[in-house]
């Protein structure tokens, strides 16, 4: 059964808005374990656009299920997950100028960076994913790397319909296939919503989602935990 992560930046990003105190993503975590959420997830991009230094210093003290903590490779970031000590860190491409992650890591081309944070974390118990393309070259590299998972990225399956997506849908078959055949823990996310997940929840091996948007708009309507628990089920059924 995958467990459900989900992203509460979004809660930031309405706070950020106004830059006042509301809402409060702390506040949002305990509605979305109140939910069945199996983990908290939050980028804390270069830009502080949305996730502060604070919240991320108060989720690590309220947060009673997985904290996992997006962030590019940077020195900065590998500081601050060094004092702040999340579950989970996933290493994730970072531009200042784009809405949301728009691609993969570059595995093979940031190989080095990507290995000083994966050695500069590598004493402190923290798990490390790594958020790829759904490409075969990037799943190898990830493994030589010696994460212990990798996300997919879904955006490309989740802007997609009808054949084509049936197309993007093998494609995230092949990876997962091959990361879990290379003893990577398979994780996906970006773009996943209440329509599209279902597929992408029942990949073979399938161990972690990370979802954000979707539960947020809808929890705009139904309330935090009522989303969370109907994306629970639907990865679960
Ligand atoms: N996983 C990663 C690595 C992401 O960067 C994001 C977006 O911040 C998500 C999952 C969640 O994407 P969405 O908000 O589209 O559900």
Redesign the pocket.
Known sequence: MPEL?V?I??IATLRQARRTHEPDPVRAAVLCELGGADGI?V?LREDRRHIQDRDLRLLRDTVAVKLNL?MACTEEMLRIARAIRPDQV?L?PEKREEV??EGGLDVLGQADSIRRIVDGLGESGIEMSL?IDPALEQVEGSARLGVRAI?L?T?TY?DSRGSAQRVQLEKLIAAGRAAVESGLRLHA?????YHNVSPVARLEAMHEL???????SRALYTGLTDAVSEMKRLITA
Not at 211 to 216: C, N, P, Q, R
């Open positions: 992560g992203n930046d979004h997830t980028h997006e996933t994730v949301t992650t958020f996300e990225h955006g989740a996310g970006h773009g996943l919503n990370n979802i954000g948007h979707a539960i947020v």
